[in-house]
């Protein structure tokens, strides 16, 4: 019985010890930067909203300047934009059988999965969509 405890609190306490670490960045990293290995260190010390998983961070774009030694949390990196401000898009909207295609212009830059602005270019009215791999906005549904 004493030797079951022991092994969970052996394991437990191995856990909150990878646990306690927080990716930063190496180097000055400039917003709209691809994040490579090469630009991560890991500091051995827990961040509140940092993140303890540099594979977690590796291919994501830098959505802000990131500073040398500063723990780098989720809000400062996304998914690489593939659509720019201003850009035009094809907006689809499905329900059922009855789907509706327009031209729109992005709002923000976003990437694959993200939630972009989209103003309809027909009625001026924007709206919000996920973007699709192929650069389509999904609207509603």
């Given at each position: 019985?004493k030797?079951?405890f022991?092994?969970i609190?052996?394991?437990l306490?191995?856990?909150?010890?990878?646990?306690a670490?927080?990716?930063?960045?190496?180097h000055?990293?400039r917003?709209?930067?691809?994040?490579?290995?090469?630009?991560?260190?890991?500091?051995?010390?827990?961040?509140?909203?940092?993140?303890?998983?540099?594979?977690?961070?590796?291919?994501?774009?830098?959505?802000?300047?990131?500073?040398?030694?500063r723990?780098?949390?989720?809000?400062?990196?996304?998914?690489?934009?593939?659509?720019?401000?201003?850009?035009l898009?094809?907006?689809?909207?499905?329900?059922?059988l009855?789907?509706?295609?327009?031209?729109?212009?992005?709002?923000?830059?976003v990437g694959?999965?993200?939630?972009a602005?989209?103003?309809?270019?027909?009625?001026r009215?924007?709206?919000?969509?996920?973007?699709?791999?192929?650069?389509?906005?999904?609207?509603?549904g």
């Open positions: 019985m030797l079951v022991l092994s609190f052996l394991l306490t191995s856990v909150l010890a990878v646990s670490q927080t990716v930063v960045a190496a000055g990293i917003a709209r930067s691809i994040i490579m290995p090469e630009d991560l260190a890991i500091l051995d010390k827990d961040t509140i909203g940092g993140i303890a998983d540099a594979t977690d961070i590796i291919g994501q774009e830098a959505r802000v300047n990131l500073y040398a030694g723990a780098i949390r989720v809000s400062e990196i996304g998914e690489p934009a593939i659509l720019e401000r201003n850009q898009v094809f907006m689809t909207y499905s329900t059922g009855l789907t509706i295609s327009t031209e729109g212009r992005v709002l923000n830059r694959i999965g993200e939630m602005r989209v103003m309809n270019l027909a009625s009215l924007t709206v919000t969509g996920r973007v699709l791999f192929d650069g389509t906005i999904e609207v509603g």
